[in-house]
DNA sequence: TCATTAATGCGACAAGGTTGCATTAATATA
DNA sequence: TATATTAATGCAACCTTGTCGCATTAATGA
């Protein structure tokens, strides 16, 4: 990865996590950064003991997972159940070129096991009355790397 | 409903237990044909508890998600997980007029806290290289009859 | 420096689902 | 019909994921 790149991923970072205590009046703990900072920096949809593993300060369970719906709450991070039925939280992704929402699919390959956010918008026409207010739409399959 | 509309699905769920039972080898068993039979007459996605709530015969959890996997495996019922994590069962409509396969839009109602399948096939287009094998999508928020 | 209270750790708990093992009963065959 | 086979069941134990109450700690503002 080029220099810049690394360069524009800290900046994002610490910009969220500035934001978060700042805009969102969050306090500004060890915990709650390296939560976020894992997240950033995989880029991935996490579960809570894989987040866990990749962190440097331990930290406790109920913890992990209030500071993740702490995170959703403030929308600086999403949730998506799998079909395993665990709950994998992503980053909202906003410094990069397209913005990504939270209106669109998500893909776990079953050799990696890992679970990413897709680039592509979910589109259905509903049925006549029915009003969608949130949607969790996950593809299973296999991923560009494992194949 | 009309009458002609009873005894279609009648004639249907008897099939599909007959297909199930000659067919897949599987033994003609009481606890088997009432869960087919709660499943057939709701026509919903239906979770393990609900599904024992509507049975008149009693049968422990464990057998219930057994048979429920079986079908599952002969492919006469197909699983969804929805967002709270937890596995719901429906037939695999085939007597119908439209087939729905399962490749289709589940819609999960926040106020009657149904599941339903919807006739709306899930159209999408995965980025290079990854192979999409099964999908698991869930759209949420208020049903026809509850607006 | 101190007061306020958000954030944390710990334990207990509940729900959902699976598994092992003994028992029951559906089916095929004699 | 009687018997053998083994699929299906019931029960208990267990695991995993996630939440909650409560005491304690520590970030923040005054
Ligand atoms: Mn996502
Ligand atoms: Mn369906
Ligand atoms: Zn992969
Ligand atoms: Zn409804």
Same mark, same amino acid.
């Given at each position: 990865?080029?220099?810049?790149?690394?360069? #524009? !991923?800290?900046? $994002?970072? #610490?910009?969220?996590?500035?934001?978060?205590?700042?805009?969102?009046?969050?306090? +500004?703990?060890?915990?709650?950064?390296?939560? !976020?900072?894992?997240?950033?920096? %995989?880029? =991935?949809?996490?579960?809570?003991?894989a987040i866990v593993k990749q962190m440097?300060?331990?930290?406790? =369970?109920?913890?992990?997972?209030?500071?993740?719906?702490?995170?959703?709450?403030?929308?600086?991070?999403?949730? #998506?159940? &799998?079909?395993?039925?665990?709950?994998?939280? &992503?980053?909202?992704? %906003?410094c990069d070129e397209k913005t990504i929402?939270?209106? *669109?699919? *998500?893909? =776990?390959?079953? %050799?990696?096991?890992?679970?990413?956010? !897709?680039?592509?918008?979910?589109?259905?026409?509903?049925?006549?009355?029915? %009003?969608?207010?949130?949607? +969790? $739409?996950? !593809?299973?399959?296999? $991923?560009?790397?494992?194949?």
């Amino acid at each position: 990865m080029r220099q810049g790149c690394i360069n #524009i !991923l800290q900046v $994002c970072r #610490i910009n969220i996590f500035d934001y978060f205590c700042t805009m969102m009046k969050r306090r +500004n703990t060890a915990t709650q950064e390296a939560v !976020l900072a894992v997240l950033t920096s %995989k880029r =991935r949809a996490m579960s809570q003991d894989a987040i866990v593993k990749q962190m440097d300060v331990r930290a406790d =369970r109920a913890t992990i997972y209030r500071i993740l719906n702490r995170f959703c709450e403030d929308e600086i991070v999403h949730k #998506i159940v &799998a079909d395993d039925g665990k709950q994998y939280f &992503a980053v909202c992704i %906003k410094c990069d070129e397209k913005t990504i929402s939270n209106n *669109h699919f *998500h893909f =776990r390959c079953t %050799k990696c096991e890992t679970i990413e956010c !897709l680039p592509t918008i979910v589109e259905f026409s509903a049925p006549q009355n029915y %009003k969608v207010q949130q949607m +969790n $739409c996950v !593809l299973v399959g296999v $991923c560009k790397d494992c194949d």
